[in-house]
């Protein structure tokens, strides 16, 4: 008697795959409606601190905490910004994830232009 091999079936990936989906868009609303800083705030403080200290050269720098809040939620709102522009590039692509040349795309139109040219 010879067994033979079941082709898997992608029924079990599609359901999958929807579902993460569906957890990912409940997700992204659930940010939309908070307005709660995303990074934590000791991981953004040490590099804030970090690249003071690269700058600066001295360790005994202290910054007030109005001004590390007011940094952080500027950071957040250009990340925010930089990732809706990824995404559009993504959906102009016509694909529904965001790779790294999307990114590339991003920074370089945003980057200044040379107006001597």
Request: charged fraction near 30%; proline fraction near 3%.
């Amino acid at each position: 008697m010879v067994r033979c091999k079941k082709t898997p079936s992608k029924r079990g990936t599609k359901k999958n795959a929807a579902e993460a989906v569906s957890r990912a868009l409940q997700e992204i609303r659930k940010y939309q409606r908070t307005t709660t800083a995303l990074i934590p705030r000791a991981a953004f403080s040490r590099v804030v601190r970090e690249i003071l200290v690269k700058q600066r050269g001295r360790e005994d720098l202290r910054i007030q905490l109005k001004a590390l809040l007011a940094l952080q939620e500027a950071a957040e709102a250009y990340l925010t910004c930089l990732f809706e522009d990824m995404q559009f590039v993504a959906l102009h692509a016509g694909r529904n994830y965001v790779v790294a040349s999307d990114m590339q795309w991003v920074l370089r139109l945003r980057k200044p232009q040379d107006k001597s040219l």
